[in-house]
């Protein structure tokens, strides 16, 4: 007994029997249910409908931070000019209160 590996034309029919086949298989299906197509239909519809709600609501909390985010920045910055103008009037304050100080040591000395 020996054994005996396929040559090229064995190969070549084999393929050609398994496409042949596999094209019958395919030919003997029964034809799709239209009421499993339009079923099918729908819920795909129903899922593109349910995505779109998401993406919207997405864009919408998107939206929402990006105001809140302006809103903190903004706050921020009035607490920083307030901050600021707050030192200003303190140094005023503390340079008035100086310049009392050397006033009244300059009018004791005269």
Same mark, same amino acid.
């Given at each position: 007994?020996?054994?005996?590996? +396929? ?7 084999? *393929?050609? /029997? ?11 299906? +029964? +034809? +799709? ?8 239909? $729908?819920?795909?519809?129903? $899922?593109? /409908? ?11 909390? *998107?939206?929402?931070? /990006?105001?809140? $985010? ?32 050397? *006033? ?7």
């Amino acid at each position: 007994m020996v054994f005996k590996l +396929p040559d090229f034309a064995d190969r070549q029919k084999a *393929a050609a /029997e398994a496409r042949k086949a596999k094209l019958d298989k395919f030919k003997s299906a +029964p +034809p +799709p249910d239209e009421d499993k197509l339009a079923e099918r239909a $729908r819920a795909a519809e129903k $899922r593109a /409908e349910r995505e779109e709600q998401r993406k919207v609501e997405r864009a919408e909390r *998107a939206r929402q931070a /990006e105001e809140a $985010r302006i809103a903190k920045e903004a706050e921020a910055v009035v607490k920083a000019e307030q901050s600021r103008l707050e030192a200003i009037a303190r140094e005023a304050a503390q340079k008035a209160a100086r310049d009392a100080r050397y *006033a009244a040591r300059k009018s004791k000395v005269r």
